[in-house]
């Protein structure tokens, strides 16, 4: 299992412009012994000092190019990406809603190039969602890459589900990315983690790791908040997840100065749940 870093975890900060993600996130968490990073292509939609830039030109290739040479020196993998989510891609009348989708189509296409195997989008509805991911696949023409559909604490994870069964019978390469701190989100919904991650078994291709207590979305580091994470890992093992230890922890507002301790906590974490899941049998 691959330690492994979303991008976006070292690129915005409190006041500054954010951290480039070829010259400093790539270096930042392989030099902490990373193993790999999920590219975040979320922020390229956004405005200011927020924005992610490496998709701005019209043929971003080069960059993209940059960014695998970079990471292929370095020693790290690209598995899985992020797409840009803050927008309703069911409502064609929201504003700017054009320039979002063809990012987000941009980004897909940008996953494929950089040999990324999973591209994570977030549930809306049953109809809407399927609807969604059968345009994204055709109007990117994307052949290796996946679409996981991550799950959301508001929506049942029936829903989830359901979309995600429609698209695999009809032939769709799409999987779940599980985000285990919105499982763990009981405001809306009360489920127990441990039990979701055993209902939606080998449909898991991508993991979310971040920790709260019930009550919101914090995205913390694992034992900042009360999920089992120990627990966690063994059901991860007893439905044979075969993908990555993926952090998606808020970091935006760390100071510069407690950016390399804090990331050195959360890796000896990571390395200790991994530890945890390759020790445990599988059921």
């Excluded at 449909?203 to 900042?224: E, S, T």
């Excluded at 998606?248 to 507002?253: G, P």
Aim: glycine share 8%.
């Amino acid at each position: 299992m691959l330690l492994t870093a979303n991008s976006g975890m070292h690129g915005p900060r409190r006041g500054l412009p954010r951290y480039d993600m070829v010259n400093d996130s790539v270096d930042f968490f392989a030099d902490l012994g990373f193993d790999a990073l999920d590219i975040s292509f979320t922020s390229c939609i956004y405005e200011g000092t927020i924005h992610e830039p490496i998709l701005d030109a019209e043929d971003p290739t080069p960059a993209l190019d940059r960014l695998i040479e970079k990471c292929r020196e370095r020693g790290l993998a690209m598995p899985v990406t992020h797409l840009p989510y803050r927008f309703n891609y069911l409502n064609p009348e929201e504003p700017v809603y054009a320039e979002n989708y063809a990012m987000t189509v941009k980004a897909l296409k940008a996953s494929e190039y950089i040999g990324a195997e999973w591209a994570v989008m977030h549930i809306r509805s049953v109809e809407g969602t399927v609807a969604y991911v059968k345009r994204l696949f055709a109007d990117s023409g994307i052949t290796k890459t996946g679409i996981a559909i991550e799950n959301d604490p508001t929506l049942s994870i029936d829903i989830l589900i359901a979309a995600h069964d429609i698209l695999k019978a009809e032939g769709y390469n799409v999987g779940i990315c599980f985000d285990i701190g919105h499982g763990n989100v009981k405001s809306y919904i009360q489920y127990d983690v441990v039990e979701l991650i055993k209902l939606l078994g080998e449909r898991i291709k991508v993991l979310h790791i971040h920790d709260n207590c019930g009550n919101y979305d914090a995205h913390k580091a694992p034992f900042a908040g009360n999920i089992p994470w120990e627990r966690v890992m063994a059901a991860l093992k007893s439905v044979g997840f075969v993908g990555e230890f993926n952090y998606e922890i808020i970091t935006s507002d760390m100071p510069d100065c407690l950016r390399l301790k804090f990331a050195e906590y959360y890796r000896d974490i990571g390395r200790y749940l991994i530890d945890v899941f390759e020790r445990c049998n599988r059921e």
